[in-house]
């Protein structure tokens, strides 16, 4: 893990809401790519959102706009890219980003403000999904995106787990797989605690309140991990070859899986459900502003939105929503599809890390993962 004063200039480690790092297209270069005003570099997720950003953005987009789209998947390494690339040309001219990495460049210059007239579609999103500072000060739009979950091998548990208190149980020590960044795991901790004290529901409030406490939990029962998974690809693999028994998951790629495994199967518990919270942002320098803003406008149109949905994510425009909960019973059951669900859903505790970033890195590469106890 890395320090908060290093994260932005960091490109090596797994991700935090979608799985692994791609193969990056190559870059035009120089002359090339300024001249060619119609080419489109997008920075996105692998895994699930990087499927579907292929198979349905890239010829929808190049239908309705004549755009060479040039999709550049991977996890942590977009903020890197940037910070390496010229000011005038930067790597990407559109990117997705989550919370950790957003709030930071943004702060820091990385990305601009963009023009919300030419983003008709932001008034299809709901407004609960806009209630953000990121929206406010008109850098970009915010969503939820993958909810943790908890996948498991129908073939190693007794029953069906029903809670995160569930991970405690003594028969699967030592048979968990945990994600290996400490945004989602530590939480996954902090649920299993509160859990187990009977306070279901308020394991943001104790990551707020105590967060040396979960850390002193989460030291106290590392050893129910058997794996710390990188990638989603890697934990779904690890399920399915009975090498772990549960642990937690990103939904999107977890849906994914149990449509190729039978044997996998899934639920978001009610108590302490917590999103990721994403935004596309358009990085300072790029001349390509103006298709950036096409670019997420199309996003949230009605067919991106349903394809998005189709493949296992969420989607804050409600009347997709709806007509995916009424398509999909087990979608219904983890993703919000109605306004009121969306202005009471939990985004992780990221207030509560940036309280103390390094020291939470620390503790957690050095007492959690690397541990030997």
Known sequence: MISRRHFLGWAGAAGAAGLGLGTAA?????AARQADAKTLRVFIYSGAWEKTFREAFVPGFQRLTGATVIPDPGWWDSIPKLKASPPDDPAFDLVLTDATQGYPAIREGLFQKVDFDRIPNKSRVSPAALDNWVVKDGYGITFPESVMTLGYNKELVTRQPTSWGDLLADE?????????SFYMSLYTFACMKVA???????AAAEMSNNMAGVMDFAKAHRDHVKYWWPTSTDMALNLSQKNCALGNMHSPDMLTAMRQKESLGALVPDADRAFVLLMWVIPTGTKRRALAEQAIDYLFSDEMQAAFARN???????PVAQQMAQ???????IYPSTEEQLRTLQYYPYDAYFKDWDGIVAAWDKEILRSKS
């Open 327 to 333: 398509q999909d019973p087990f979608w219904a059951s």
């Open 196 to 202: 187990s004290e009977g306070k279901p529901g308020t």
């Open 312 to 318: 296992g994510s969420a989607t804050s425009v409600v």
């Open 172 to 180: 699967y020590r030592g048979k968990l797989g945990l994600y290996n």
């Open 26 to 30: 190559c870059k035009p270069g120089g």
